[in-house]
Each structure stands twice: as C-alpha cells, then as structure tokens.
C-alpha cells in the first residue's frame, strides 16, 4: 500500500491542482477573473438567495381557467362548423368539463360527427411518442354530442401554457431591473421565480401575477349596458363593466376586433392637454388595416379596450373596459393611446404587461420565501465563523491526537474542501446555507476516514508489527470499512437530492461531493503523503508513526 | 518527531456486552416514551409542512417591542399568532398558521393576502428579513416528499448493508436507525421545537451518520468473526466494540465540535438543524454500541465466513 508509481503521484498532484485552480475564482474579485488567461478555470460558486438575498415564488396556473378559455373557443369551434355544415342546432351548452350540442334533425347526427371529428387535432409529441387527439368527440346517451377535452390534452395544453408563461413573466421581468432572475418549471403546472436582490416580493407579484389580455372591442350601437340587463343580452353580445365608474356596464360585442397581440409596442406617457398618465401603443400592419376599416366605418361611435386580468381574489373574473372613446375621425396610422385613469406607475406597469404579452391563464402563488440582504450577510458571516472555529476545534484535536500525521489528515482535509469547492464551481451549483452546514459536516466525517485508519496502524502497532507494515495493513484493512460507512452515507444523500427541493438539494450535493472527496483524499492524498514521509526515513526501521 | 497523545486505555476492555442488559433498557424506555410523545403531542410541525406564514423582523429603532407588536397584529383577524423573541434584542420571529378561506377565495390567495396585511401592519419601522409563505397544495406536497425521503434512505441503506454483509447485520442496523431518528423526532416533539424541511435533511444526515458509526462496528464483527471462528458471541462483539471504540469516540468527537460551531453560530434558519444533528450524532453513536449489536446478538449471526471470507480477498487482490 505505501508504493506509488511516478504515474500514480502524477495523477493525484494533478487532482489536487485542478481542484485548487477551480477553486481560485472565488477568492478573486471580478476585475481579475476579467484579466485571467482563458485556458484557466473561471466559474464562480453562485450563491443561493438564502445567502445573497432574494426572493422565491413558486406560482401555480389556474388550469381551471385554462379549460374553461379552451371549452370557449371550442364551443365557437363546433358552432362555426356546423352553421358551415348546414346542419341546425338547438341546445348548444358549455359545462365545467365538456361542450354539448343536441341537433335538430337527429338523422343528421352521422353528417354532425363527421364535421365535429375535423376539430381534434393529434397531440403533437414526437418525443414521447404519444397517440392520440386532444378533444374527444361522442355521442352522449341523451341525443347530445359531447365535444371534451382529453385527459393528455389538458396535460399539453397546459405544458404549452406554462412554456409561454415562462416567456412572458422573463419579459416582464426583465424590464424592473438588471438582476439575473432564474425562472424555471416545476412539475406540470407550475413556475418557479427566484429573483435575487429584491426583499419585497409586493411589486414583483404585480407585475407577474396580471393576465393582461387587452383586447379592443366594438361597442353596441343603441343599447347600453344597463338596458340590456333591464331586457337581454343581444346574442354574441357581453357587459363589461367600466374600470373608473364601477356601476357603469357597457355592452360590447364578444368577438374583440383587435386582440393584444397585434400591438407592436406600449409605452408610458402623458397626455399633451390634460397631462394624464397614458399609455401609447403601435399596432402591426395586419391590425393597424383592419383598425384603419374599423374606424373609417365608425366615425362618431366608441369602441371599447378592454383589460382582461384572468381571476380576482373573489373567484370572479377581473375583466374591465379601461376605456371607450369616441372615434372623431378614422385612425389610419396604426398608433393612438390609451387614458383611464392611471397612476404613473399603474401605466409603466401596464405598458410593461402589454408589452410582454398576455399570461395564458391566472397565476397563483403557492409557494414564497424572500430573504433580505442584510440576513444573507449575516449568514455568510455566521457560516465563516463556524468553519473558522470549528476548523480550527478539528485541527487542534488531530494534532493532538496523532501529531505529524495529524497534520497530514488535515492537509488531506483541505484538500478535500478544494476538490468539493472546485467541482461546485465548475458544475456551477448553487451555494446555500445548507451548503455551508454540509460543507463543515464533510470536515467532521472527512477525519473520521483518517481516524479509521490511524487507529487501524495503532492497533497493528500494538499487535507487535513493524512501523511500515503496520502502516500498510492499517491503510488497507480500513479501506473496507471506509467504503461501506461512506457508501451508507451516499444513500442517504443521493436520496435527498432525488427527492428533496431548493435548500436540501444544496445540502446533498455537497455532502455527496464531500463522500467522493473524503474516499479520494484519505486513501490517495493521506497515503501519498505517509508514503513520502516512510521513503524520506531512507531505512526499514522507522520510528513509530503513531 | 510528535506523534500525538494516545489518550484511550487500549488494555482496558469494557465489559459492555456483560452489561448491556441495563442500556437495552434504557434505550427501550426512551425509545418508548418517544412513541407515546409522538402518538399523543405530536410534532410541532413547521409551515413547511402546515402551510402558514413566518417573518423574521429586525427594528430599527432599538430593542423590539413584542407587546406592541402582538397588539399591532391581533387586530387582523388573522387567528393564533405567534411572536418569539430571538437572540438579539432587536430581532423577532412572526409566525401564523395557514388562513381559512373566505368565500369565493382560494385559500393560496388568503395565505398571500395575509400576507400582504401583515406586511402593511408592520410598517416602515421594522426591516422585514426573511419572509416564508406555503399555501396548502405545497405543504401537502412538501410533507409528503419528506416522508417518502426518509423511508427511501431507510430502504436503500438497507439493501445495502444487506448486499455486504447479511440479513442479520441488516435488520440490527435498521433497528438502530429507526431507535435513532424516533428518539431525535420524540425530543423534537417534548421540547416543542419546529419541525420543518431543514429538519428533514438533518434526520437523513442523522441516518447516514449512525449507519455510518455501526457499519464500522460490524465491519470489526464481521472480521473477528472470520478470524476467531470458536470464540462465543457476546465475547466477540464485546471485542469488536472495545477495539473501534477510540475511533467512535475520537470522530463523533471531530464531528460533534463541527456541529457545534453550526449551533452557536449558526442563525436562526440553520439552528434547528444544527440541534438535530448535535442530538443525533450523540444518539447514532449510543445505538451503534448499545443497540445494533446487542439487537444482532440477540437474533444471531452466521458463524461460518470461510467461504466469503475467501471471495472478498480474491475482490481484495483484484482491487489492489
């Protein structure tokens, strides 16, 4: 056990260098890492928010709106189809889970089938390679067609709405600040934000937690809101109430003319006159066209912008009309504005939600844990002193414990923390205060491996065996047991990793790391440098180690 | 050169196994009493698991006033809340549990609304530190996950001392462990302290240390007995005790003062974790002597290991 090869010192040396020069960036600043050669190792240990501060928010979409947006447009779906069919209906309804529509002529259902089935579109999912459609269209017991959406739909559906939630909560974010915020799906449904920096979470949730669907609406010619409730609501008709008079309703037409996706741009202004805080938008040149008609048309009547903001509090839906001017003249040129009764952050807000898009659906948040600066400083400190003193607690025990090999179990240690260290930099892992507690957890087990070992070489000792054989067989008989008590360990981590989230992932991936680390050190670096030290005697009989 | 002093009395063999009667018991009463606490106090579980919300606050004016403070937030209507003093003077823990939903609601949005009030009330003069907020789905969620952590490490650590060693040696560990973290979670539930995630990876730690302090002791058993083939039993382990003892002691020594210095530095987010921990290396190492082996005696082992014996050293010299 104490004979190493050129090759093998080679290797090892080579380890413990790697480790130091991955773990050197996180003592320099960044003006040097700047100037730093690029073949060297750059990376810097991110620091969790536990630590720098930040916050955390961990949103749920309202797959419940989802469906119900989606049985909305389904239920125009089997309208369209049918009225383009000729074929007449009677009782078309929207449940919570399916659309149903009963005909007319029942002898006409098969013709009814046939121009319903064009409407599932197969789920598209090369990958997985999953079969199958997104709706599912029967024919119920009771004469109806029941237009549903399929289990694996509702699952795409909602994947490819959080795929676009995503897109848009970073264009949103990004326009409060210059952080590098991290926001990522978790599980099917939900969005997790991690923003750094920020301690009061207020302002972020606004701006994430808005649907901010605008959409631009023709009002009704001779009716209002209010007489339409006294009497009907004219078919494809809706009320909206106004966002600035909350008893005044409008009545508008369902089908928007413009949708907000066709604005190009929104930007925050004041208006010349009243010096209001207002919102300015440009269209693009399919809408800026059909707005241009729009209008041309309409000179001397409103038309409606409307502000859809998903759910409120309450369960009912936050839909308002921001405003409903009155067309002068027809607006040619693709831009106009939009007053209602603003603050100036109110409007700097909207314009950012306008700007980035529309949520898909409500977000909900579930899950929320910021941490101020001030207590991420405190905790690095905290976590310093810790090490500071329980490093040096270990050191004074293995020195006076085993002396010179002491000192050897403690370089062998250091190692350890610079290949743990230098490999969560390179891998760019996260540092947390879990982390830290790891980090010193891995000190205290990291000795116990070398503990193992040098009782071993005392206990040969003590059996009457030479210096360098009880050295050889203390090395190797520990070994066994070494890799066993480790390996338990590793269970125990790997199954936090797998299993656990944020602060105990961090906790695993360093405690694991320290596992491998430990094993490395204790039967590569200690053993080098026992073996260096026994062939520096320049004789058999060397003294006692131990 | 300074070898290092040789603190531990290796002449002198404790008659542990002689004596072990009086620790079985010992370990069967406090492991008893950590059931019936458990069964009838329960665990004071943290809003990681019960959803709710926490603040730690600092003022900026002085020490905190918590009677002020109490005033300030009862008038919400927010049930139980609970404020805790901290180790500095200025520094305070603001705890209430998980809202009821008011009619039309969901109940993540009456946690956040809470919230938000609790934010409002608390005014400019306070810097809010650290806020925690779990909505029911998550902390559902989250306690589920917890326990499936730990009976997972329970399984995988068991299959694996079972793939090592033998059934036997396999069935004393867990007993040991599952002695272990039911004691640790029984002086969680008499000292009221609260349980949360943290608390979780510091049990999973607590288990990969204890495992770690028997598997050594039944490493020297599973040699001695390959090396002593007619030597009784109790004999035997009482051997193998003795002889890892200086090496028990010297790391849960090492790892007792690295853990110490998390609890006395340690803020209040690491604190719970640091105090698991400093209970369970006490605890892990208690077991592996007074109980895993005693456990393993009881339900015997085989005694023939030639034929093992043989196989590992031809995996030895393949190794080598």
Same mark, same amino acid.
């Given at each position: 056990?104490?004979?190493?090869?050129?090759?093998?010192?080679?290797?090892?040396?080579?380890?413990?260098?790697?480790?130091?020069?991955?773990?050197?960036?996180?003592?320099?600043?960044?003006?040097?890492?700047?100037?730093?050669?690029?073949?060297?190792?750059?990376?810097?240990?991110?620091?969790?928010?536990?630590?720098?501060?930040?916050?955390?928010?961990?949103?749920? /979409?309202?797959?419940?709106?989802?469906?119900?947006?989606?049985?909305?447009?389904?239920?125009?779906?089997?309208?369209?189809?049918?009225?383009?069919?000729?074929?007449?209906?009677?009782?078309?309804?929207?449940?919570?889970?399916?659309?149903?529509?009963?005909?007319?002529?029942?002898?006409?259902?098969?013709?009814?089938?046939?121009?319903?089935?064009?409407?599932?579109?197969?789920?598209?999912?090369?990958?997985?390679?999953?079969?199958?459609?997104?709706?599912? $269209?029967?024919?119920?017991?009771?004469?109806?067609?029941?237009?549903?959406?399929?289990?694996?739909? /509702?699952?795409?559906?909602?994947?490819?709405?959080?795929?676009?939630?995503?897109?848009?909560?970073?264009?949103?974010?990004?326009?409060?600040?210059?952080?590098?915020?991290?926001?990522?799906?978790?599980?099917?449904?939900?969005?997790?934000?991690?923003?750094?920096?920020?301690?009061?979470?207020?302002?972020?949730?606004?701006?994430?937690?808005?649907?901010?669907?605008?959409?631009?609406?023709?009002?009704?010619?001779?009716?209002?809101?209010?007489?339409?409730?006294?009497?009907?609501?004219?078919?494809?008709?809706?009320?909206?109430?106004?966002?600035?008079?909350?008893?005044?309703?409008?009545?508008?037409?369902?089908?928007?003319?413009?949708?907000?996706?066709?604005?190009?741009?929104?930007?925050?202004?004041?208006?010349?006159?009243?010096?209001?805080?207002?919102?300015?938008?440009?269209?693009?040149?399919?809408?800026?066209?059909?707005?241009?008609?729009?209008?041309?048309?309409?000179?001397?009547?409103?038309?409606?912008?409307?502000?859809?903001?998903?759910?409120?509090?309450?369960?009912?839906?936050?839909?308002?009309?921001?405003?409903?001017?009155?067309?002068?003249?027809?607006?040619?040129?693709?831009?106009?504005?939009?007053?209602?009764?603003?603050?100036?952050?109110?409007?700097?807000?909207?314009?950012?939600?306008?700007?980035?898009?529309?949520?898909?659906?409500?977000?909900?948040?579930?899950?929320?844990?910021?941490?101020?600066?001030?207590?991420?400083?405190?905790?690095?400190?905290?976590?310093?002193?810790?090490?500071?003193?329980?490093?040096?607690?270990?050191?004074?025990?293995?020195?006076?414990?085993?002396?010179?090999?002491?000192?050897?179990?403690?370089?062998?240690?250091?190692?350890?923390?610079?290949?743990?260290?230098?490999?969560?930099?390179?891998?760019?892992?996260?540092?947390?205060?879990?982390?830290?507690?790891?980090?010193?957890?891995?000190?205290?087990?990291?000795?116990?491996?070398?503990?193992?070992?040098?009782?071993?070489?005392?206990?040969?000792?003590?059996?009457?065996?030479?210096?360098?054989?009880?050295?050889?067989?203390?090395?190797?008989?520990?070994?066994?047991?070494?890799?066993?008590?480790?390996?338990?360990?590793?269970?125990?981590? $790997?199954?936090?990793?797998?299993?656990?989230?944020?602060?105990?992932?961090?906790?695993?991936?360093?405690?694991?790391?320290?596992?491998?680390?430990?094993?490395?050190?204790?039967?590569?670096?200690?053993?080098? /440098?026992?073996?260096?030290?026994?062939?520096?005697?320049?004789?058999?009989?060397?003294?006692?180690?131990? | 050169?300074?070898?290092?002093?040789?603190?531990?009395?290796?002449?002198?063999?404790?008659?542990?196994?002689?004596?072990?009667?009086?620790?079985?018991?010992?370990?069967?009463?406090?492991?008893?009493?950590?059931?019936?606490?458990?069964?009838?106090?329960?665990?004071?579980?943290?809003?990681?698991?019960?959803?709710?919300?926490?603040?730690?606050?600092?003022?900026?004016?002085?020490?905190?006033?918590?009677?002020?403070?109490?005033?300030?937030?009862?008038?919400?209507?927010?049930?139980?809340?609970?404020?805790?003093?901290?180790?500095?003077?200025?520094?305070?823990?603001?705890?209430?549990?998980?809202?009821?939903?008011?009619?039309?609601?969901?109940?993540?949005?009456?946690?956040?609304?809470?919230?938000?009030?609790?934010?409002?009330?608390?005014?400019?003069?306070?810097?809010?530190?650290?806020?925690?907020?779990?909505?029911?789905?998550?902390?559902?969620?989250?306690?589920?996950?917890?326990?499936?952590?730990?009976?997972?490490?329970?399984?995988?650590?068991?299959?694996?001392?079972?793939?090592?060693?033998?059934?036997?040696?396999?069935?004393?560990? $867990?007993?040991?462990?599952?002695?272990?973290?039911?004691?640790?979670?029984?002086?969680?539930?008499?000292?009221?302290?609260?349980?949360?995630?943290?608390?979780?990876?510091?049990?999973?730690?607590?288990?990969?240390?204890?495992?770690?302090?028997?598997?050594?002791?039944?490493?020297?058993?599973?040699?001695?007995?390959?090396?002593?083939?007619?030597?009784?039993?109790?004999?035997?382990?009482?051997?193998?005790?003795?002889?890892?003892?200086?090496?028990?002691?010297?790391?849960?020594?090492?790892?007792?003062?690295?853990?110490?210095?998390?609890?006395?530095?340690?803020?209040?987010?690491?604190?719970?974790?640091?105090?698991? /921990?400093?209970?369970?290396?006490?605890?892990?190492?208690?077991?592996?002597?007074?109980?895993?082996?005693?456990?393993?005696?009881?339900?015997?082992?085989?005694?023939?290991?030639?034929? $093992?014996?043989?196989?590992?050293?031809?995996?030895?010299?393949?190794?080598?």
């Amino acid at each position: 056990m104490l004979h190493f090869s050129r090759f093998k010192i080679g290797f090892v040396v080579l380890v413990c260098l790697m480790g130091a020069l991955a773990t050197l960036p996180n003592l320099l600043s960044q003006e040097t890492l700047k100037s730093w050669p690029s073949f060297l190792p750059h990376k810097q240990l991110s620091l969790g928010l536990d630590l720098k501060g930040g916050a955390h928010l961990l949103l749920q /979409m309202d797959s419940g709106e989802l469906r119900k947006d989606w049985l909305k447009s389904l239920r125009g779906d089997v309208r369209k189809k049918l009225r383009d069919a000729r074929i007449r209906y009677k009782g078309l309804g929207q449940t919570k889970d399916l659309v149903r529509v009963k005909l007319v002529d029942e002898s006409k259902k098969e013709d009814a089938l046939r121009v319903l089935r064009t409407i599932p579109q197969p789920l598209g999912n090369a990958f997985s390679g999953s079969s199958g459609y997104d709706v599912a $269209i029967e024919e119920g017991f009771d004469g109806f067609i029941n237009v549903e959406p399929t289990t694996a739909g /509702m699952q795409q559906r909602i994947s490819n709405a959080v795929t676009s939630a995503i897109e848009v909560i970073r264009r949103r974010i990004d326009n409060i600040g210059t952080a590098e915020p991290s926001i990522v799906r978790q599980g099917v449904d939900r969005i997790l934000v991690q923003y750094p920096g920020i301690g009061n979470t207020k302002r972020l949730k606004e701006l994430i937690g808005k649907t901010a669907r605008l959409t631009f609406h023709d009002v009704h010619a001779t009716t209002s809101g209010d007489e339409a409730r006294q009497t009907r609501i004219p078919l494809g008709y809706v009320i909206y109430p106004d966002a600035d008079d909350p008893g005044y309703e409008h009545l508008l037409r369902e089908i928007p003319i413009i949708y907000g996706e066709d604005l190009v741009d929104a930007q925050p202004g004041f208006d010349q006159n009243t010096n209001e805080p207002i919102i300015s938008f440009r269209f693009n040149q399919k809408a800026a066209v059909e707005f241009g008609r729009f209008t041309a048309q309409n000179v001397g009547r409103p038309f409606a912008i409307v502000l859809d903001n998903g759910i409120k509090d309450d369960g009912t839906p936050d839909i308002k009309v921001l405003s409903a001017p009155v067309i002068r003249e027809p607006i040619l040129g693709g831009s106009g504005q939009i007053s209602g009764n603003f603050s100036v952050q109110s409007a700097n807000d909207l314009a950012v939600q306008i700007r980035s898009g529309a949520l898909p659906a409500t977000l909900t948040v579930v899950e929320e844990r910021t941490v101020g600066p001030s207590l991420g400083a405190d905790s690095i400190e905290a976590g310093e002193w810790a090490a500071l003193v329980g490093g040096i607690g270990v050191a004074g025990f293995m020195i006076f414990a085993y002396g010179l090999f002491g000192v050897f179990a403690l370089f062998a240690v250091f190692v350890n923390l610079l290949l743990i260290v230098g490999t969560m930099s390179m891998i760019g892992s996260t540092l947390t205060l879990p982390g830290i507690a790891g980090l010193i957890l891995t000190v205290g087990m990291a000795v116990d491996a070398n503990v193992l070992i040098y009782e071993r070489i005392r206990e040969e000792m003590r059996n009457g065996k030479q210096p360098i054989s009880a050295i050889d067989g203390g090395f190797s008989r520990a070994f066994g047991t070494i890799i066993d008590s480790n390996l338990t360990t590793l269970i125990a981590g $790997i199954v936090m990793f797998w299993l656990g989230s944020g602060p105990i992932r961090g906790f695993a991936v360093t405690l694991s790391l320290g596992i491998f680390a430990t094993i490395f050190t204790a039967f590569l670096v200690t053993r080098l /440098m026992v073996a260096l030290w026994v062939a520096r005697q320049k004789t058999r009989k060397i003294p006692a180690p131990l | 050169m300074f070898k290092g002093v040789d603190f531990w009395p290796h002449d002198k063999v404790f008659p542990i196994m002689k004596v072990r009667r009086s620790f079985v018991i010992a370990s069967i009463v406090a492991f008893t009493l950590a059931v019936a606490l458990l069964a009838t106090r329960g665990l004071n579980f943290g809003i990681d698991f019960k959803g709710g919300s926490l603040f730690e606050i600092q003022s900026k004016s002085g020490a905190v006033d918590i009677g002020e403070l109490r005033n300030k937030l009862n008038g919400l209507g927010l049930g139980s809340v609970q404020i805790q003093q901290l180790d500095e003077p200025t520094d305070a823990l603001i705890r209430f549990e998980e809202q009821k939903a008011k009619d039309g609601e969901s109940s993540e949005k009456a946690q956040q609304n809470a919230a938000d009030k609790v934010q409002e009330a608390l005014g400019g003069d306070v810097e809010i530190r650290r806020t925690e907020v779990v909505g029911p789905a998550v902390s559902g969620e989250l306690a589920w996950a917890g326990i499936t952590a730990v009976l997972f490490a329970i399984l995988g650590i068991l299959l694996y001392i079972w793939f090592r060693f033998e059934w036997q040696f396999a069935i004393a560990s $867990i007993v040991a462990l599952v002695h272990d973290i039911t004691i640790t979670l029984g002086v969680f539930s008499i000292l009221g302290l609260d349980f949360g995630l943290s608390e979780v990876a510091a049990l999973l730690t607590l288990a990969g240390y204890s495992i770690n302090d028997t598997v050594v002791v039944f490493d020297r058993i599973r040699e001695n007995l390959r090396r002593y083939k007619k030597m009784a039993l109790d004999q035997l382990m009482n051997l193998s005790i003795n002889e890892t003892l200086s090496r028990t002691v010297l790391t849960s020594g090492t790892t007792l003062l690295a853990v110490l210095s998390i609890y006395v530095f340690g803020t209040e987010v690491i604190k719970g974790f640091a105090f698991a /921990m400093l209970f369970g290396i006490l605890i892990g190492t208690w077991s592996s002597i007074f109980v895993a082996s005693p456990f393993l005696l009881w339900i015997g082992v085989k005694r023939d290991w030639s034929g $093992i014996a043989k196989s590992d050293k031809a995996t030895a010299a393949a190794q080598s």
